[in-house]
């Protein structure tokens, strides 16, 4: 599997949810999260999509780091069963 695939069930499970899962790009940095979610009651988080088994690089962790310490949570996936787990028990 390939992070790829990874990202299509994410994007696929949050719209089934009510969810968009937009692509996050920010052109003036690099190492932003993949994907900004947001959804029912303002429901906004970030997610770093890898491919199955693979890390965060050093510079997306501090990336990471520096979003939560801002009050939003950011999730790394590496699996449709991450992706899916995310949103159990969600509306």
């Known amino acids: 599997m390939r992070e790829r695939d990874v990202e299509a069930h994410l994007v696929k499970v949050a719209k089934e949810r009510g969810y968009t899962a937009e692509k996050f790009v ?29 890390k965060v690089t050093a510079a997306q962790a501090r990336d990471h780091e520096k979003r939560r310490n801002n009050g939003f949570s950011v999730y790394v996936l590496d699996s449709k069963a991450e992706v899916d787990r995310l949103f159990q028990g969600r509306p």
Do not use: M
């Not at 920010?26 to 693979?54: C, H, W």
């Open 26 to 54: 920010s052109p003036s940095r690099r190492s932003v999260p993949d994907r900004l979610v947001t959804g029912p009651n303002r429901t906004i988080f970030f997610v770093e999509l890898k491919a199955p088994g693979k």
